[in-house]
């Protein structure tokens, strides 16, 4: 067993009507790694938004912007122990989760509708036809060929879904990897290290090489088409615009609980732009979209991805971290859908 470790932990009400009244607390732990909640009572009569820091003096910002409903729900924060044992033989304690099998709607392929030229079939015992001299010879118009214009290639958008059940789970694997860096999963209240382009890159092939993207605790990895041209509605009655990748659904309960969505988009499938707005909805309403600003620190870098999880090609990464807009409990149908490149 590891020895104690203690975290200082301060949350901020930024009420404007408050004076940024910080409230101060520890937790201690001698597991490797726990995960608490930090939350205020459902009585309490503050209005937020809330900040949430840590270490000795509260200057690690975990949350930025929390709603009064996320904090009375609770905000997850993952305690890791800085024990020497916990550095070379990692035991996190788990908390047990049931298995949830998740449906997953994958997006159809359209199949075209071809109209067949008919070939005419001649009678089986045709009656002879007397020859007749016709008085004017007409020449007929002939038929022209068509030669239909090839389809484009489609293009791919990609989600993945880490559920906090699975924050134990992905954040002990990307520890064994490398148990020197920041990044244990976005449920672990971190991201890929973004003052280092090659270990940016190394901490996004590790995140989405996980193997636990198969289907169970952490939902199969699904995709959305890409359109390269505009014109037209997609299938939930959404504008489509090229560059934006079209409205897509996850349906209510296939997570079973909160989890962290992060779309990873090549850079080809942007024309080389980047998805700075993403429309999205939790009450189960297609057409009635909101839009976020994506973190512009995350999407800034590229990465190379070189795994089989998803094909190998540049890709960048959006999600509204430390935003809690994308940590969402399935209670409804979510949709999602592309609002601007730039």
Not at 44 to 69: C, E, K
Not at 275 to 303: A, C, V
Request: with cysteine; hydrophobic share 30%.
């Amino acid at each position: 067993m590891a020895s104690a470790y203690t975290l200082n932990i301060f949350v901020v009400n930024n009420d404007p009507t408050c004076s940024a009244t910080t409230i101060q607390s520890q937790v201690t732990t001698t597991a490797c790694s726990e995960t608490y909640l930090v939350k205020i009572s459902s009585q309490s009569n503050a209005l937020g938004p809330f900040a949430v820091y840590s270490g000795s003096t509260g200057t690690t910002a975990i949350y930025s912007a929390a709603t009064r409903t996320q904090m009375v729900a609770g905000l997850p924060i993952v305690l890791y122990n800085n024990d020497p044992i916990c550095l070379t033989t990692p035991t996190p304690t788990p908390t047990p989760t049931a298995t949830v099998t998740p449906t997953v709607t994958p997006t159809a392929t359209v199949t075209p509708t071809v109209t067949p030229t008919p070939t005419e079939t001649p009678d089986a015992s045709p009656t002879p036809t007397p020859t007749v001299t016709p008085t004017n010879t007409t020449t007929p118009t002939p038929t022209p060929t068509i030669t239909p214009s090839p389809s484009a290639a489609l293009e791919y958008a990609y989600l993945f879904i880490e559920p906090q059940s699975g924050s134990t789970g992905i954040g002990q694997y990307l520890y064994n990897l490398n148990n020197s860096r920041t990044f244990f999963g976005f449920t672990n209240s971190s991201i890929p290290n973004t003052s280092n382009p090659s270990q940016f890159n190394i901490d996004m092939n590790d995140y989405v090489s996980f193997s636990g993207w198969t289907g169970g605790t952490f939902p199969a990895v699904q995709s959305e088409s890409v359109p390269q041209t505009s014109g037209g509605v997609d299938t939930y009655g959404n504008a489509i615009t090229a560059y934006n990748f079209r409205t897509h659904q996850v349906p209510a309960g296939s997570v079973g609980g909160a989890a962290w969505y992060t779309w990873i988009i090549p850079t080809g499938s942007t024309n080389g732009l980047e998805q700075i707005h993403i429309d999205f909805n939790i009450n189960g309403n297609p057409n009635s979209l909101n839009t976020i600003i994506t973190d512009s620190t995350i999407r800034n870098y590229t990465f190379t991805y070189t795994g089989g999880t998803i094909p190998v090609d540049t890709y960048k990464v959006y999600t509204t971290f430390a935003d809690l807009a994308f940590y969402i409990t399935d209670n409804d149908n979510i949709y999602f859908k592309g609002n601007t490149v730039a």
